[in-house]
């Protein structure tokens, strides 16, 4: 298992992907979770090359303080799947972009989970999503981190304005 921690205090969230290949989209993630400093740990744990890892990962997520999962993967994207069936914390899923398939393998295969164990599903590579889909949860409990989302949506608004005043000029 790769595990980096970018974050000294005790990671709120968990960053997984099934390989380094996915990196330059969960990287987008791990960005998000900084800004609104929000600490993290990431992974690259494969549901099918390191299945004995993720047990360990997911198995043990809870009673490590993670209160969110987000896990990218590709293709037979099973990563998020597998992570949600092994813990009770909400698990975002993250379908990557495939060659083969433009993605919608990763997609279909993280979406369509049987009743009972949910993964929260984001658009393909969309992974700044997820991770504001995870600050969301947090912040139920958190009023500062709130406000924060509160003034993040402030300023996408402001920027939207800014653009119709832009195409009229
Ligand atoms: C999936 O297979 C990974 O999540 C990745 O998106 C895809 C390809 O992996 P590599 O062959 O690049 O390691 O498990």
Same mark, same amino acid.
């Given at each position: 298992?790769?595990?980096?921690?970018?974050?000294?205090?005790?990671?709120?969230?968990?960053?997984?992907?099934?390989?380094?290949?996915?990196?330059?989209?969960?990287?987008?993630? !791990?960005? *998000?979770?900084?800004?609104? &400093? @929000? $600490?993290?740990?990431?992974?690259? %744990?494969?549901?099918? =090359?390191?299945?004995?890892?993720?047990?360990?990962?997911?198995?043990?997520?809870?009673?490590?303080?993670?209160?969110?999962?987000?896990?990218?993967?590709?293709?037979?994207?099973?990563?998020?799947?597998?992570?949600?069936?092994?813990?009770?914390?909400?698990?975002?899923?993250?379908?990557?972009?495939?060659?083969?398939?433009?993605?919608?393998?990763?997609?279909? !295969?993280? *979406?369509?989970?049987?009743? &009972? @164990? $949910?993964?929260?599903?984001?658009? %393909?590579?969309?992974? =700044?999503?997820?991770?504001?889909?995870?600050?969301?949860?947090?912040?139920?409990?958190?009023?500062?981190?709130?406000?924060?989302?509160?003034?993040?949506?402030?300023?996408?608004?402001?920027?939207?304005?800014?653009?119709?005043?832009?195409?009229?000029?």
């Amino acid at each position: 298992m790769t595990q980096v921690s970018f974050d000294a205090q005790a990671p709120l969230v968990g960053i997984l992907m099934g390989s380094d290949s996915d990196f330059d989209i969960m990287k987008e993630a !791990a960005t *998000v979770l900084n800004e609104f &400093g @929000i $600490p993290f740990e990431i992974s690259v %744990i494969s549901a099918h =090359r390191t299945p004995g890892d993720l047990e360990a990962y997911a198995s043990s997520a809870e009673e490590r303080g993670l209160k969110a999962i987000i896990a990218g993967a590709g293709g037979a994207a099973h990563l998020p799947g597998v992570t949600a069936a092994m813990t009770p914390l909400p698990v975002i899923g993250v379908p990557i972009y495939s060659k083969k398939l433009s993605g919608q393998d990763s997609l279909y !295969a993280i *979406v369509q989970m049987p009743a &009972g @164990i $949910p993964v929260a599903t984001v658009g %393909i590579d969309n992974a =700044r999503n997820a991770a504001l889909l995870a600050v969301q949860m947090l912040a139920l409990c958190d009023a500062s981190l709130m406000q924060k989302l509160r003034e993040f949506r402030q300023k996408l608004a402001e920027a939207s304005r800014q653009k119709t005043a832009k195409i009229r000029e």
